[in-house]
């Protein structure tokens, strides 16, 4: 039976140690979109999950980071991401793959790195004033990244280059954006930047009502592939994140989709399986070890 691209690819990556770096914007992604491939190769190679943007920030908080707070039923934001992050580690520890949390605030409390001039006494009446992203729909999830996130970009990339150090080696998995949340182009945008591999996943669940963006997966080449090895587990790796599961999942029910990873081709041409040719048959007159 022939093996299909992405399970020849993982296991050559598997099989040869290489450091494999998932790259989670927020504190469940990394598990929603790839639960099964780390549940698979969590004990078979190097793995860490960073998770980014694992901070909250204290008030006063825009509208939209509000409507989030009560939709979590809870009242306090750092409260709130210091449980997101115990159960993150939870989850991850039960999945055997290293982690760690790098510490940068969510952008739905990220705030402007200076104030808009003449907006600092407003800004208290006004929160969204003091933000690098105002709203959630208008500005959050538009698919575009601030330039106002120029340091978060940077310090993304920092982080790449901290936990994969040198230039020969390792492989990152990140996000490839689809939804269009800021975060997760953020995090894109570092990684393709970054001058390492790059497998790119598809935001579960997201990718459920939205499209991938065809200019980016177009522009590298792309191919998508489908994994569906070690999804019996994973819709309760996802309840493990109690705070977000509900909201996303209000029904209770965890639908169990294939994991998508698309593959630049020059990755699956590392990998592809070369043409095999019959031995050249000698000639009865021809001397053995002449050619």
Request: net charge positive; proline share 9%.
């Amino acid at each position: 039976m022939a093996v299909d691209p992405l399970t020849r690819f993982v296991r050559t990556v598997v099989g040869s140690d290489v450091p494999i770096l998932v790259l989670s914007p927020h504190l469940d992604d990394a598990v929603l979109s790839c639960g099964g491939l780390l549940g698979w190769s969590g004990r078979r190679a190097p793995v860490t999950v960073a998770s980014l943007f694992t901070e909250a920030a204290p008030p006063p908080h825009t509208l939209s980071a509000r409507q989030y707070l009560k939709q979590t039923g809870t009242g306090d934001a750092e409260e709130l991401y210091a449980e997101r992050r115990a159960e993150d580690l939870r989850v991850l520890e039960l999945l055997e793959v290293g982690w760690r949390h790098v510490g940068l605030v969510d952008g739905l409390f990220r705030r402007l790195p200076r104030p808009r001039p003449g907006t600092t006494r407003l800004s208290g009446l006004l929160p969204e004033l003091a933000h690098v992203y105002p709203t959630y729909r208008l500005h959050l999830s538009r698919g575009r990244v601030s330039p106002y996130d120029d340091e978060t970009l940077r310090a993304v990339g920092a982080t790449i280059d901290a936990l994969l150090p040198g230039t020969d080696g390792g492989l990152v998995l990140a996000p490839l954006g689809v939804g269009g949340h800021a975060d997760h182009v953020l995090v894109r945008t570092a990684a393709e930047r970054c001058g390492r591999p790059v497998v790119y996943y598809s935001d579960f669940p997201y990718n459920q009502h939205a499209d991938p963006d065809a200019r980016f997966t177009t522009r590298h080449g792309l191919i998508a592939r489908d994994w569906e090895r070690g999804l019996d587990r994973k819709a309760d790796l996802i309840r493990g994140y109690g705070t977000q599961a509900r909201a996303m999942f209000p029904e209770g029910r965890v639908p169990r989709k294939p994991e998508v990873y698309l593959l630049p081709e020059s990755v699956e041409a590392m990998v592809r399986p070369r043409p095999t040719h019959p031995a050249p048959t000698r000639s009865a007159r021809t001397p053995r070890g002449v050619s």
